[in-house]
């Protein structure tokens, strides 16, 4: 009789085996000046992650642009994670992007076959007023689209505004200093940063939380509505002007400290949070307020 059992812890030995050389590449790879040690312990596990759920990637070299004062994004990714961050340490904006097929067991060669299909460019642009743009934009050409997405972080000295497009994405902002314009799907959005916001904002996600955590000296009209889930709100400083009676559970409209300017939240089936704080980034992965 023929023992599957052999094969079988062959294919375990093997994945544990990959597993653990990819969590090994990953943190030995943490010495890149841009990269926190959370992002070793995240790029670690989602590595692991991707080789037990037999999915192939690739993560390319990272690109390095030199740019002038705070630096406007603009990302157009066809699917995936992305998280764009400030880190005042940094002198240059870098850009790291992972493509992913996920093809599954039995498909191995033409996942590794397809990653070649997904595309990537980045390029700063100059920007109406002065500045520079950081444009990002993602494509493939494959047939099996929905097999493929990319993960993109960018880490600059400072940011301006971020306009992010993206599907079956969660999508972090920390430390902007302009607006944001975030719209994706079945993704969580995180958007903190220790500077006053008093810009237009608008996000837009789908099965996915909103978290959105501001200084005291913040303005804007909030229209935050989610179907399914709650809007919860804390104002440690500054104060609201609520303005609509059918504000409920999860509905909120209101004005903070007399601003005009629009701030946009809607999801599906998850939680809003607007967190009005006198340090904004002080959290860690998971927030539960």
């Known amino acids: 009789m023929f023992d599957r059992s052999v094969p079988s812890m062959f294919c375990l030995r093997t994945f544990f085996l990959l597993a653990s050389f990819a969590a090994a590449s990953s943190l030995v790879a943490g010495c890149a000046e841009h990269r926190t040690f959370e992002d070793e312990v995240l790029s670690a596990h989602r590595d692991v992650g991707d080789v037990f759920s037999a999915h192939t990637f690739v993560a390319d070299e990272p690109v390095e ?44 060669n033409e996942s590794r076959e397809a990653l070649d299909d997904a595309q990537w460019t980045a390029s700063l642009e100059p920007r109406t007023g002065g500045g520079e743009t950081l ?7 494959n047939p099996e689209e929905y097999f493929h997405h990319m993960e993109i972080l ?8 971020v306009k992010i497009r993206t599907t079956n994405g969660n999508v ?11 719209e994706t799907t079945r993704g969580d959005v995180r958007m903190m940063t220790p500077w006053p916001m ?92």
């Open 135 to 141: 444009v990002i934009r993602t494509d493939t050409p």
């Open 154 to 161: 960018v880490v600059a000295p400072a940011l301006d505004t």
């Open 65 to 108: 642009l030199k740019t002038q004062g705070p630096v406007a994004v603009d990302i157009d990714n066809f699917a995936g994670d992305v998280v764009v961050r400030a880190d005042r340490k940094v002198e240059r904006t870098f850009v790291e992007v992972r493509r992913v097929s996920t093809h599954g067991f039995g498909r191995w």
């Open 172 to 182: 972090t902002i920390i430390e902007n200093q302009g607006s944001v314009d975030v």
């Open 198 to 289: 008093t810009g237009p904002m608008t996000i837009v996600t789908s099965e996915g939380s909103i978290d959105y955590r501001v200084r005291g000296e913040s303005k804007g009209v909030f229209d935050c509505e989610t179907h399914g889930g709650l809007v919860n709100q804390r104002c440690e400083y500054g104060s609201w002007l609520a303005l609509d009676a059918k504000n409920d559970h999860d509905r909120f409209y209101a004005v903070l400290n007399g601003g005009t300017n629009p701030v946009v939240l809607r999801t599906s089936d998850e939680n809003i949070r607007v967190a009005v704080v006198p340090n904004p980034t002080a959290v860690g992965p998971m927030i539960h307020e």
